[in-house]
């Protein structure tokens, strides 16, 4: 099977990825109509399970999570016929389902079903906190329970080390797995989050909480972070972007040319992109990866945003607001190894593909204007 892919072209493999995908989503719906009409007659009772679940689990063969929101699915559906239509079409997915499912009634799942169309997880659970807003959690720090460790068997007496089966000391006990960070919504405009913190952290919090008093008196967790975020961002644009309240006056607005480029401090065959050139592209390109695809799809990603040289700067492209765009990590890389071939050499010429790609990749790690609208680079003042 594998093999019959790799014979296809591109265009060949592309097509077959959405038919194949659209038949996944067709026989995912036919199942959950199938499971709705077994659940309600029982028929896992006659097969030896005691429960769907265990059905699914030791005679489908499902995982325990796959079987939870298929029966979910499965019995949301049967209250709510549309929603098998909309699997099908891939308007809405499981985990969509599975979200929605203890909040749809007769008259708001139409509603609920349009809002949550094409919409991420993320975007359901905050659709689902606008409509069952929870209260705010209090803000708490308290201490994890130390990690179990490999204690010596030694006993008081001196008696000796107990050895396995071959005569060696057992291997220590592996740590405990961290716990992974929660963010969740619990209102409109409210969220709950909870991560580990070092005692390191510990304590530069406790310190700010403490040089925070007479603003923040009760020394609130949530202020407290939301400032020091607020300075981190303000920091983050200086130095990534060179965002500032006062940009220098130039004698033209937008370094357009090279010899506008030179104007704004820029050295012609320099790879080195003045402030700005940066300031400008951010903001002309909204801090989102400013790739478009032949079908006019644009990439939609905001981390690990780079700054991209249209015209190389190894084929003589020049650090100018018209020749500069913010790319994505991955799609700068697809775009300098589709110019130089990259791929598709080997040895010495792919090596200096590599370099050039090297050369014009300029680092720009940060999130999207929404988590930066308040400190994006305004104009120059007049």
Same mark, same amino acid.
Request: glycine letters at 8%; a neutral charge.
């Given at each position: 099977?594998?093999?019959?892919?790799?014979?296809?072209?591109?265009?060949?493999?592309?097509?077959?990825?959405?038919?194949?995908?659209?038949?996944?989503?067709?026989?995912?719906?036919?199942?959950?109509?199938?499971?709705?009409?077994?659940?309600? #007659? %029982?028929?896992?009772?006659?097969?030896?399970?005691?429960?769907?679940?265990?059905?699914?689990?030791?005679?489908?063969?499902?995982?325990?999570?796959?079987?939870? +929101?298929?029966? /979910?699915?499965?019995?949301?559906?049967?209250?709510?016929?549309?929603?098998?239509?909309?699997? *099908?079409?891939?308007?809405?997915?499981?985990?969509?389902? +599975?979200?929605?499912?203890?909040?749809?009634?007769?008259?708001?799942?139409?509603?609920?079903?349009?809002?949550?169309? $094409?919409?991420?997880?993320?975007?359901?659970?905050?659709?689902?906190?606008?409509?069952?807003?929870?209260?705010?959690?209090?803000?708490?720090?308290?201490?994890?329970?130390?990690?179990?460790?490999?204690?010596?068997? @030694?006993?008081?007496?001196?008696?000796?080390?107990?050895?396995?089966?071959? *005569?060696?000391?057992?291997? !220590?006990?592996?740590?405990?797995?961290? #716990?992974?960070?929660?963010?969740? !919504?619990?209102?409109?405009?409210?969220?709950?989050?909870?991560?580990?913190?070092?005692?390191?952290?510990?304590?530069?919090?406790?310190?700010?909480?403490?040089?925070?008093?007479?603003?923040?008196?009760? +020394?609130?967790?949530?202020?407290?972070?939301?400032?020091?975020?607020?300075?981190?961002?303000?920091?983050?644009?200086?130095?990534?972007? @060179?965002?500032?309240?006062?940009?220098?006056?130039?004698?033209?607005?937008?370094?357009?040319?090279?010899?506008?480029? /030179?104007?704004? *401090?820029?050295? @012609?065959?320099?790879?080195?992109?003045?402030? /700005?050139?940066?300031?400008?592209?951010?903001?002309?390109?909204?801090?989102?990866?400013?790739?478009?695809? $032949?079908?006019?799809?644009?990439?939609?990603?905001?981390?690990?945003? /780079?700054?991209? $040289?249209?015209?190389?700067?190894?084929?003589?492209?020049?650090?100018?607001?018209?020749?500069?765009?913010? #790319?994505?990590?991955? $799609?700068?890389? &697809?775009?300098?190894?589709? &110019?130089?071939?990259?791929?598709?050499?080997?040895?010495?010429?792919?090596?200096?593909? %590599?370099?050039?790609?090297?050369?014009?990749?300029?680092?720009?790690?940060?999130? *999207?204007?929404?988590?930066?609208?308040?400190?994006?680079?305004?104009? !120059?003042?007049?």
């Amino acid at each position: 099977m594998l093999s019959l892919a790799g014979r296809l072209s591109n265009q060949e493999l592309l097509a077959q990825v959405k038919l194949l995908a659209q038949q996944e989503r067709d026989a995912i719906a036919a199942l959950i109509a199938h499971l709705a009409v077994l659940d309600e #007659r %029982d028929l896992y009772l006659a097969e030896g399970c005691s429960s769907m679940f265990t059905y699914c689990v030791q005679v489908l063969h499902l995982s325990e999570h796959a079987a939870y +929101g298929r029966i /979910e699915a499965a019995r949301a559906v049967r209250e709510h016929p549309v929603i098998l239509e909309l699997l *099908g079409d891939g308007s809405v997915n499981l985990t969509t389902v +599975g979200l929605l499912a203890p909040h749809l009634t007769p008259e708001n799942h139409g509603d609920l079903l349009e809002a949550a169309t $094409h919409k991420s997880k993320r975007q359901v659970e905050e659709l689902v906190a606008r409509l069952r807003p929870q209260p705010p959690v209090p803000s708490s720090i308290r201490r994890l329970p130390a990690p179990n460790r490999a204690s010596a068997p @030694a006993t008081a007496s001196g008696d000796a080390l107990r050895l396995d089966s071959a *005569g060696e000391l057992p291997p !220590p006990a592996a740590p405990s797995p961290a #716990r992974p960070a929660v963010v969740a !919504p619990l209102a409109p405009e409210r969220y709950k989050i909870q991560f580990t913190a070092s005692a390191e952290t510990y304590e530069k919090l406790r310190l700010a909480q403490d040089l925070l008093r007479h603003q923040v008196p009760d +020394g609130d967790l949530g202020q407290v972070i939301d400032r020091a975020l607020t300075a981190l961002l303000k920091d983050l644009t200086r130095q990534k972007f @060179a965002a500032t309240d006062r940009p220098r006056e130039s004698a033209v607005d937008r370094p357009h040319t090279s010899r506008d480029y /030179e104007s704004q *401090g820029g050295v @012609a065959g320099s790879r080195h992109i003045p402030a /700005e050139v940066r300031r400008t592209v951010w903001t002309r390109d909204g801090g989102q990866c400013a790739f478009v695809a $032949h079908n006019g799809r644009r990439c939609t990603e905001r981390a690990f945003l /780079e700054f991209h $040289h249209v015209v190389p700067y190894g084929a003589g492209g020049e650090a100018t607001v018209e020749n500069i765009q913010l #790319r994505c990590r991955a $799609h700068n890389g &697809y775009e300098a190894e589709r &110019y130089f071939g990259g791929r598709k050499h080997s040895g010495a010429a792919r090596a200096d593909g %590599d370099n050039v790609l090297n050369s014009v990749r300029t680092e720009l790690t940060l999130g *999207g204007p929404a988590s930066l609208a308040s400190f994006a680079p305004g104009r !120059p003042r007049r």
